[in-house]
């Protein structure tokens, strides 16, 4: 009676397979990986209202993260040695926690592991009992990651009083009073950025205080 064969796989299935898992698994690698090189340290605020959802939120549309399903998993399986504060924001269904109410120091060149560790980890506290900062990200961020201009930057396009005057707004800039005018017959302006203007005079000086 014939001995029964065993099951043969055919050696380009075993290799198709191979090829399939270690692409699987490069593939699942860089959701982990950080999302640029050499970026800046970036202070990350956490307000006292702020939860799990927003916070990755924020991360990953600031470009901290690529992935957040993958960053949700390293904070799950990322070691919390703090004892949280009051009012934590509260990790998976376990005891980690993340600190509202604080400051963590992170980076686009950090992966998601380092940046889990520093926020279950390495918060400072940040009560914000002067008042909260417009932006969670210092220095401030554009949608996409990028550094904002600063306000020289911003303001680089005003060269004459009449450019200082439109340029008063939102980040400041101030015109001398009428009485000034009046008393003296010089308008001055002061843009956003520190620079001081006057009326049919080119160039500018620094404002006091500026």
């Not at 029964?4 to 982990?32: H, S």
């Not at 390293?74 to 924001?89: C, F, K, V, Y």
């Not at 900062?133 to 680089?156: C, H, R, V, W």
């Amino acid at each position: 009676m014939a001995k029964p064969k065993g099951l043969k796989i055919p050696l380009l299935t075993i290799v198709l397979g191979l090829i399939l898992l270690i692409g699987l698994v490069f593939i699942i690698q860089t959701k982990f990986e950080a999302p640029r090189k050499d970026a800046p340290d970036i202070q990350f605020t956490i307000g006292k209202d702020r939860t799990l959802q927003s916070v990755i939120g924020d991360l990953k549309y600031y470009d901290f993260i690529k992935d957040e399903g993958a960053f949700t998993f390293a904070l799950e399986h990322t070691q919390d040695n703090t004892r949280g504060r009051e009012n934590p924001i509260k990790v998976g269904k376990g005891s980690k926690t993340i600190d509202r109410e604080a400051v963590y120091k992170i980076s686009q060149s950090m992966t998601a592991w380092q940046i889990a560790d520093v926020l279950l980890n390495q918060g400072e506290l940040s009560t914000c009992d002067h008042g909260c900062p417009d932006s969670n990200f210092d220095p401030e961020l554009l949608p996409g990651g990028d550094l904002a201009p600063t306000i020289k930057q911003k303001y680089e396009w005003v060269k004459t009083y009449e450019d200082c005057v439109k340029s008063i707004g939102h980040d400041g800039g101030q015109l001398s009073s009428e009485q000034y005018a009046e008393r003296t017959g010089i308008r001055k302006c002061v843009s956003p950025d520190g620079r001081e203007f006057t009326q049919g005079k080119e160039g500018w000086t620094t404002s006091v205080g500026g």
